[in-house]
Nanobody
Framework: QVQLVESGGGLVQPGGSLRLSCAAS????????MNWYRQAPGKQRELVAH???????NYADFVKGRFTISRDNAKNTMYLQMNSLKPEDTAVYYC???????????????WGQGTQVTVSS
């Protein structure tokens, strides 16, 4: 069984910073692409940032220059460093990964349970 668990969310003032983590656990053979998504109340889930297995990154325009995605393949963990946070960044943040389990021949998409980020004074 494979699981993704996010952590690091919380309440922060505008202009502040948070670092989210997403740890993959279970019988993992390999992890391909990993993404961060977010969903604000009443809005659709949207892609925030992407990182490939080789470390190439892409960002949504609304976070470019403020957020940094990274991963530690040895720890099966992905991170999202969020700086200069704005109230409009308030959302539940989800991690997503394409993972090949040890006992499988295919890759599967997995989601974490989400972590709340609230930016407010």
């Amino acid at each position: 069984q494979v699981q993704l668990v996010e952590s690091g969310g919380g309440l922060v003032q505008p202009g502040g910073s948070l670092r989210l983590s997403c740890a993959a656990s279970g019988t993992i053979f390999s992890i391909n692409a990993m993404n961060w998504y977010r969903q604000a109340p009443g809005k659709q889930r949207e892609l925030v940032a992407h990182i490939s297995s080789g470390g190439s990154t892409n960002y949504a325009d609304f976070v470019k220059g403020r957020f940094t995605i990274s991963r530690d393949n040895a720890k099966n963990t992905m991170y999202l460093q969020m700086n200069s946070l704005k109230p409009e960044d308030t959302a539940v943040y989800y991690c997503y990964a394409i993972i090949k389990p040890v006992d499988g021949i295919y890759q599967y998409a997995y989601w974490g349970q989400g972590t709340q980020v609230t930016v407010s004074s």
